[in-house]
C-alpha cells in the first residue's frame, strides 16, 4: 500500500469510528451547534448542490445529506417487518443516501430520543444508528424518521477549512428541512436565500426580473 494509500485507509477507518465515539462523546456533554451547510454554487463533484445537517461532537463534525433521495423504499430493506410498509399516506419511507462513510450502515434521524446509544442535534432531533432502536421504530411508527444510508465526517478541523475555502455556505438548522417530503429543490431554494444567482432549473422560464 502506497503512502498516500495508508493515509487514507487510516482516514477512513477513523471516520468509521466518528459516530460510535460521538454517541458516547455527547452523553459528556460535548455536542456543539448544529448546521445547515449549503454547498457553494461553484463545487463540484460528488458534493456539488448537497444541502448536509452538520453537528459538532468534540473536536469533529458529522452529517447527513438531505438532498439525495435513494430511490429505495424502507419496505424494500426490511420486506419481512411489515409496518415498514406503512408510511405516511401508506407509503414506505424512502431512505435518502447520506454519505460514503459506512454507507452500508442504515441511521434514522427523528423528534424524540429513542434511546440507547442515539445523537442530539438539534431542538429535539435525534439520530441513531443502533439496530435495535431502528428495528423498533421500523416496526412501530416507521413515519416518525428520516432514514439515511451512510453519513458524512470531518476530522478535526476539516469542516472549518473547507468553509473558509468557500466549500459550503452555512445557515441555521431547520427540522422542517430534515423531514421535507420533496428534496429536489432544496439546495436551489437555500442557495437562492443566501444570496447566490442560479441559472433557470430546466423547463423554467426566466424573465427580465429574475422570476
Not at 454554487?41 to 453537528?55: C, E, H, N, R
Request: aromatic share 8%; proline share 6%; net charge positive.
Amino acid at each position: 500500500m502506497t503512502v498516500s494509500g495508508w493515509s487514507n485507509w487510516m482516514r477512513q477507518a477513523a471516520l468509521a469510528c466518528l459516530l460510535a465515539g460521538a454517541c458516547a462523546i455527547a452523553h459528556a456533554q460535548a455536542v456543539g451547534k448544529a448546521l445547515i451547510l449549503v454547498a457553494a454554487p461553484s463545487l463540484q463533484g460528488p458534493y456539488g448542490q448537497t444541502t448536509l445537517l452538520a453537528v459538532q461532537v468534540g473536536d469533529t463534525h458529522l452529517g447527513f445529506i438531505l438532498n439525495r433521495a435513494s430511490g429505495v423504499k424502507l419496505s424494500a430493506l426490511f420486506p419481512d417487518k411489515k409496518p415498514s410498509a406503512k408510511g405516511a399516506g401508506s407509503v414506505s419511507p424512502e431512505v435518502y443516501f447520506g454519505g460514503p462513510v459506512q454507507s452500508e450502515s442504515l441511521f434514522a434521524v427523528l423528534r424524540r430520543d429513542p434511546g440507547g446509544s442515539s445523537l442530539p442535534l438539534f431542538g429535539g432531533l435525534y439520530v441513531t444508528g443502533k439496530a435495535e432502536s431502528i428495528k423498533a421504530i421500523i416496526e412501530k411508527t416507521p413515519e416518525d424518521a428520516r432514514y439515511f444510508a451512510g453519513f458524512v465526517g470531518w476530522l478535526a478541523g476539516e469542516l472549518e477549512n473547507e468553509i473558509a475555502r468557500g466549500f459550503w455556505q452555512v445557515a441555521e438548522p431547520d427540522a422542517k428541512l430534515v423531514f421535507r417530503q420533496d428534496t429536489s429543490g432544496m439546495w436551489e431554494e437555500l442557495s437562492r436565500g443566501l444570496g447566490n444567482t442560479l441559472p433557470p432549473r430546466p423547463g423554467q422560464i426566466r424573465t427580465r426580473s429574475g422570476s
